[in-house]
């Protein structure tokens, strides 16, 4: 049986586990920098859920949670997409297990995202996509964008 969920505190070593699994299938990042952001990251899910300011849910087939996703909101100034919006939804951490994929799971987990979007207001969400969910956003009409990115360069 599949059922899909409100993800609580209690979640918050599992949304993590997710998110590293999902990094490590796109493939581009080291194993010490996942285990740094995951140690990291936990604590701050733990947060912003309690804040309030991440939404998830977590699906289970059988009772094991087999995938998950989150909407974050972001504060963010007007802007010609929202001129009057003070804030945007950030979709992240979309992760399925491999063996539960093509089942259609992503597509209700970004289903939920973009109705919590919708019940608090925001009226732009972005995201970041692999190459294998692009189609995935597509077909809910997320386009691409001039987005780039500046990363500060660490010491060695």
């Known amino acids: 049986m599949t059922e ?3 993800a609580t505190v209690a979640d918050a070593a599992l ?14 990042t080291p194993d010490s920098i996942l ?9 701050w899910v733990t947060r912003m859920i ?6 998830g849910w977590i699906t289970e087939v059988d009772g094991k949670a087999v995938a998950s996703a989150g909407i974050f909101v972001l504060e963010w100034p007007p802007h010609p997409l929202d001129p009057s919006a003070e804030g945007r939804g950030y979709l992240l951490n979309m992760f399925v297990e491999r063996d539960y994929r093509r089942r259609g799971l992503a597509h209700g987990l970004v289903d939920l995202c973009l109705t ?18 692009r189609s995935l956003y597509g077909g809910f009409g997320f386009r691409s964008t001039n987005e780039m990115f500046y990363v500060e360069p660490t010491e060695s």
């Open 4 to 6: 899909t969920r409100a």
């Open 15 to 28: 949304i993590a586990a997710h998110r590293r699994a999902m990094f490590a299938d796109i493939g581009r």
């Open 35 to 43: 285990d740094a952001m995951s140690r990291n990251f936990e604590p």
């Open 50 to 55: 309690h804040e309030g300011k991440y939404a």
């Open 116 to 133: 919590e979007a919708h019940r608090r207001g925001l009226r732009v969400v972005a995201l970041h996509s692999s190459d294998a969910g």
